[in-house]
């Protein structure tokens, strides 16, 4: 069982094991839900995060100075 002091801004480190467990990073985003005397820390993933992620790269290659060019004379 991993323990965490909260702050007296309400804050609290989520222990590394439970981070790594979680695949939480820095910047994602979570829920928290109070159900029969528990606080549940849910990840929230965002509809088409995984997709976006792995178009990425290739969505690159349209920001060009050409590609600007192009729509400005639109």
């Known amino acids: 069982m991993d323990i965490a002091k909260i702050t007296s801004k309400g804050q609290t480190t989520i222990p590394v094991s439970i981070r790594k467990a979680a695949q939480l990073e820095a910047g994602d ?4 839900e109070y159900k029969n005397d528990s606080v549940i820390i849910r990840k929230i993933r965002m509809a088409g995060d995984d997709y976006l992620k792995s178009i990425s790269e290739t969505l690159n ?14």
């Open 29 to 32: 985003t979570v829920t928290f």
């Open 61 to 74: 290659e349209w920001n060009s100075a050409e590609d600007e060019e192009a729509w400005h004379e639109l």
